[in-house]
């Protein structure tokens, strides 16, 4: 019975997590991406499928499941990218260590988030990055110590420090993945990031308050993110643009989402037992990926017509949205004066934590 | 293989699991407050999401539109990409046999119009799902 139980269980899991249908397909597209970092340069570097990888590097990615939605929708603001994690070469090859979490088949507790297990896992880059949607590896912050960094990620490994499905920040016992890596470069002698806000939406801090994680602050993935550093991306998606496509595409509902009288019925949908993406959401997203395919030559990361194009399509396809926000569209500089770097996010420095 | 094909699925979650996989769990139960925020959107609902058409997104970007857009971008730009983007915008603008495709279909139930491409899905989505 109790075998049984578990297959049950696990079967369970595994169809709510897998959520919306995906692509098992493993990663069949590397983008060429400017080489504005000297990453070739700075030893000990390898060359990896063309990629220059060494130790200490940040891993950033994007996942096909719909709970990459939600994560997108809990900080204050929309960034790209919903997980973080830290490349480490051992042996001549380049492992992906990042901290996760899971259901736990027994016991079940009450409290949602009880029933969470995890610590860092380990696996190779390619098996890490087959199934996700799309992957950069950037540089950390210049002067770091990457194999500090490297280090780090191996102790906590090495320790089996547990998933922390609160996301509690001031306790390390027990960490978050973001956690994780800000913790990683911090040993590395990188200036530490602050917390950033949380959105306050009405009908996101319900679900929050169910789950029991903190209403007022996150630490997003895209903190550790600086296009200037990207030293490789990846992914199934078959050009770079349309991966910038599939972002705005989530910023488009994200913003929508943020206005006070949404609720998260209108773009999640409760299925028994699973909450899944609404179809029509799903299909905006990936609809939105392609609207590039006949224009040559593609767009580039930060190119702003991505932006203004998906704003264009949400608003043909819902209706006309809100007015954005005022914040500019990224890599504007880009178009404006090619050689400027594109800096999505500046990170944030703190020295309060 | 489809053990491994598995394990990779089961591994390639987000750092955490939320509401999606814990309402699987019988033991933790949704509350009813909960259960409102996550009812579908009723008709008089101010609902952003509500489809109210279904675009072809191949069509969507015009070509000639985007040339358009790229002779305003800023000169040293322009200058620099202005005579290959409008030679591809030109053929893919000759490429095009319809204009854009844009189909009204009913408030919510989200169909796929007969004269779009098919929505993306697993097999065809460009491997994106």
């Known amino acids: 019975l109790k075998s049984l139980l578990l297959r049950a269980l696990g079967l369970a899991a595994c169809v709510v997590t897998v959520g919306c249908s995906f692509s098992t397909r493993q990663t069949s597209h590397f983008y060429d991406v400017p080489e504005r ?18 130790s200490g590097q940040i891993v950033l990615s994007e996942s096909p499941y719909s709970t990459s939605f939600m994560f997108s929708l809990i900080p204050a603001e929309y960034h790209y990218f919903t997980h973080a994690a830290i490349l480490v070469i051992d042996r001549g090859e380049p492992w992906v260590y990042e901290m996760t979490g899971e259901i736990s088949s027994f016991p079940l507790y009450e409290r949602p988030l009880d029933n969470i297990n995890g610590k860092v896992l380990r696996r190779r880059l390619m098996d890490y990055a087959g199934p996700n949607l799309y992957v950069e590896i950037v540089e950390p912050p210049p002067g770091t110590n990457a194999e500090r960094i490297a280090e780090y990620a191996r102790e906590v490994y090495r320790r089996d420090v547990p998933f922390d499905p609160y996301f509690r920040f001031d306790d390390h016992r027990s960490l978050y993945c973001t956690e994780f890596v800000e913790l990683a470069l911090r040993s590395g002698g990188a200036a530490p990031n602050s917390l950033g806000p949380a ?29 200037r550093r990207t030293v490789a991306a990846l992914g199934q998606f078959p050009y770079r643009a349309a991966a910038a496509a599939y972002f705005e595409a989530k910023r488009e509902i994200y913003w929508r989402l943020q206005q006070p009288d949404q609720r998260l019925g209108f773009i999640f949908r409760l299925d028994t037992t699973n909450i899944e993406l609404r179809p029509e959401i799903e299909r905006f997203a990936f609809n939105a990926a392609r609207l590039f395919d006949r224009i040559e030559p593609k767009p580039a990361w930060g190119d702003p017509r991505i932006r203004a ?3 264009r399509y949400a608003d043909a396809t819902f209706g006309p949205g809100p007015a954005a926000p005022s914040d500019q569209a990224p890599g504007a500089a880009v178009l404006s004066a090619a050689p400027v770097p594109y800096a999505y996010l500046p990170p944030r420095v703190s020295t309060a934590r | 293989m489809k053990r491994k094909a598995a394990r990779i699925r089961a591994l390639q979650r987000p750092c955490f699991v939320t509401a999606a996989g814990l309402l699987a769990l019988a033991c933790v139960k949704v509350t009813p407050e909960l259960k409102a925020e996550l009812a579908p959107a009723t008709p008089t609902e101010h609902n952003l999401f509500r489809v109210r058409q279904e675009v072809d997104p191949h069509f969507f970007v015009n070509a000639a539109r985007f040339r358009s857009a790229v002779a305003t971008l800023d000169a040293g730009i322009a200058t620099l990409d202005a005579a290959i983007v409008v030679d591809a915008a030109d053929a893919a603008f000759r490429d095009q046999s319809s204009p854009p495709s844009a189909t009204a279909v009913s408030e919510d139930s989200g169909a796929t119009p007969a004269d779009a491409s098919p929505a993306p899905t697993t097999a065809d989505a460009g491997g994106l799902r």
Do not use: C
């Not at chain 1, 970092?37 to 060494?54: C, H, K, N, S, W």
């Not at chain 1, 939406?201 to 895209?222: H, T």
């Open chain 1, 37 to 54: 970092v000297p990453a070739r340069q700075l030893p000990p570097t390898i060359d990896f499928e063309g990629m220059p990888l060494r």
């Open chain 1, 309 to 311: 194009e998906v704003r």
């Open chain 1, 199 to 227: 959105s306050q939406q009405r009908s996101l801090a319900v679900a929050k308050r169910w789950l029991g994680v903190p209403m007022d602050e996150a630490l997003p993935a895209a903190y550790f993110y600086d296009s």
